[in-house]
């Protein structure tokens, strides 16, 4: 097994707190309302914390049924998230598991730099290359622009 990492951040004019707690948080219940080809997240095993194993279902007809995560630290305080993909039709017959290490800090302007390592965890000698990563990379954005939008039209919630 390889381990291939890539990193990327992501700026934003929102306050990192609200990023935290509208992607890491209440994510189960806010990433549905966002992202029409997601139907929900159920916990699956554990409470929803550390430890616990949480299920991504997507709409049906589309190219992903759905993707299971371990979450592996919550941290509120220094806003830090990190959780692995363990299992899910995008794995497929070269993965593993994709684990993501994710830190929001504060910016000059008030508003937030999304710190993102991304690890993958290959069967045999399979390397992962910057397009699939990008991939990835591409649907992660989506709902990071998604939620900001979301968050600049309700400034009132998750502060």
Do not use: W
């Not at 004019?13 to 549905?32: C, E, G, M, S």
């Not at 794995?91 to 993102?116: R, W």
């Not at 397009?131 to 591409?138: A, D, M, T």
């Amino acid at each position: 097994m390889g381990v291939n990492t890539y990193t990327h951040e992501a700026t934003s004019t929102i306050a990192p707190i609200r990023l935290f707690k509208a992607l890491v948080v209440d994510a189960d219940n806010l990433i549905p309302k966002l992202m029409s080809d997601v139907k929900n997240i159920e916990t699956v095993e554990g409470d929803g914390g550390v430890g616990s194993i949480k299920k991504m279902n997507f709409v049906e007809g589309g190219p992903i049924k759905y993707l299971k995560h371990k979450i592996h630290v919550i941290d509120d305080k220094n806003l830090v998230s990190k959780y692995s993909l363990v299992e899910g039709d995008v794995l497929g017959d070269k993965l593993e598991s994709v684990t993501y290490d994710v830190k929001f800090e504060a910016s000059e302007n008030g508003g937030c730099i999304c710190k993102t390592s991304t690890e993958y965890h290959t069967k045999g000698d399979y390397v992962v290359t910057e397009e699939e990563h990008n991939q990835g990379k591409e649907k992660a954005m989506d709902l990071f622009k998604a939620t900001e939008a979301y968050l600049l039209a309700n400034p009132t919630v998750y502060v």
